[in-house]
């Protein structure tokens, strides 16, 4: 039973959830948390218009909460779940945090570390298209209703 509760599907979810309240917020919609044995110990969403800060990336905040509460700056024991794949910064805030894994729903066709850096992340376990078509609903609605 635990395995099914603390599935990937499951910690994505909870991701999607913070996504939809950046989206409230009026915020780009990612969310992201950080695991630590079956336990969200960081999580965040974009607060970038919020908080004036091009820095201010779901990943970032859910990094930072999860370093704050492991009191360490290493999460290799960690996962990153967030809706979206990563753009380049939090890539690299990923590999010096030297996160464990890393499981994104949507890929992000314009600004994903992939597409720029795709060899920097060889030490983290890449998962990607995890609740896929609901990550990237989300940031199509959101950018549809932007444009009316």
């Excluded at 039973?1 to 917020?25: N, R, T």
């Excluded at 690299?92 to 890929?107: E, H, K, T, Y």
Aim: aromatic share 8%.
């Amino acid at each position: 039973m635990l395995e099914e509760v603390f599935s990937h599907e499951y910690f994505m979810g909870k991701a999607l959830d913070l996504a939809i309240q950046a989206a409230e917020e009026g915020e780009v919609p990612i969310g992201a948390v950080v695991v630590h044995n079956n336990k969200i110990i960081g999580k965040g969403y974009n607060q970038t218009e919020k908080l004036k800060d091009v820095t201010a990336h779901a990943e970032m905040l859910a990094i930072t909460a999860a370093s704050d509460y492991l009191n360490s700056k290493y999460l290799d024991e960690c996962t990153l779940y967030v809706t979206i794949e990563p753009c380049t910064m939090c890539a690299g805030a990923i590999q010096w945090a030297r996160l464990g894994s890393l499981v994104w729903g949507a890929d992000e066709p314009k600004f994903g570390f992939n597409k720029t850096c795709s060899g920097l992340l060889v030490k983290t376990e890449l998962k990607r298209g995890v609740l896929e078509e609901a990550c990237a609903e989300i940031m199509r609605s959101f950018f549809k209703a932007r444009r009316k």
